[in-house]
């Protein structure tokens, strides 16, 4: 990931205009406070280099706020409002709060600002996610269990894609293809670019393990763990909120939640890939992690994974944004790109095969446009 040196009111003005794009009003609002405060921002000067960044003040502030700590900002806080039960009051300026916030908890504050690196597990991406993985079993006649291994996998959600239920809307035309758990409390609906009917079959594969690896992987049956996980989402997306918590209360009844693992993505990667059993395939996959790598590391781990298959058929897949992973051989988009959109894209390397594009997504897995040529 390319760390951009800035001044941290800079970071917080550009932070405000991304969440203002994907739709948040209060963090713009907030953000846009801080970047003039330089007693607020003093809090991050205990945070490691690089997690000098907005969101993990904001984090700390909304993770003692759905833990309970009681103060007028709590109300301007949708997910904090849903999580305790009490009632909006957006009245009063939510800026001024937020510093006042800030004040009153200054110790509390400092110590999970020089302790927690903000953190992310987007369900969403299943989305994609499951369409490629049905690709694969289609190749195998739907008959061989999928071994999956997640790398950067964070608290091991996307491993249990299968328990959420789906809904894929055409862009174009009024199709509906639905697949997935019916009924789960995780329902993701996605927008599919072309009609509906190019998507691949969708019905779900067999699974013969579920394995994710992570440098710092997010123990979902820790109720503090999971609160710091919501806590790194923003107060006013009830719905990209509420589908986190029914993630993190699924895994928790799961009769086979995921096997999670501590280690890096390349050097442990083969390691951690022999204690999954069994000589059929086996998936690896990532998303939105592959930026964490340098360009040189993407071309190793690349090439790692293609090395895992002298023991059983490989396949790789993943979902990343081919402009943060040059070192990945992600083949070039079919058609020249439209619109301002930051996609994201899903890509298959099989046994002995090349790289193909099996379609461009929303980075949270909002929309999907599968090549049709992979159907
Ligand atoms: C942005 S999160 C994405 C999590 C998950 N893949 C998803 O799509 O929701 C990136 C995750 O990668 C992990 N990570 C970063 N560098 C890593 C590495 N070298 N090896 C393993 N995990 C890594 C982080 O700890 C974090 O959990």
Known sequence: MVLVEQPLPDHFRGFAAVVERDGGTTYPAICRAVAEDDEVLSLLDGAPLPQRRPLLLLAAV???LLSGVEHALASHYDTVAEVRGIPLDRTGDVTVAFAAFCRTHRPELAELIATRTTQTNEVGRCTALLPGLCHLASLYGWAEPLALLDLGTSAGLNLLFDDYSYTYRAAVGDGTRRAGAAGSAVALDCSSREDVEHLPELRLPPVAARVGLDLSPVDPFSDDAARWLL???WPDNLARFGRLRAALANVRVSPDPPRLERGDMVNDLER???TIPGDGPL???HSWVAAYLDEA???TLAREVRALGRTRPVHHLYCESPFET???PTPPSPVPREGPDLATVLVHI???GAPVRLADTHPHGYWIRWWPANT
């Open 350 to 352: 099989g046994p002995g």
């Open 231 to 233: 806590a790194c989402q």
């Open 272 to 274: 951690i890939a022999g």
């Open 283 to 285: 998936v690896v996959f």
């Open 326 to 328: 040059p070192g990945l």
């Open 297 to 299: 590391q993407q071309r």
């Open 62 to 64: 909304h993770f003692l």
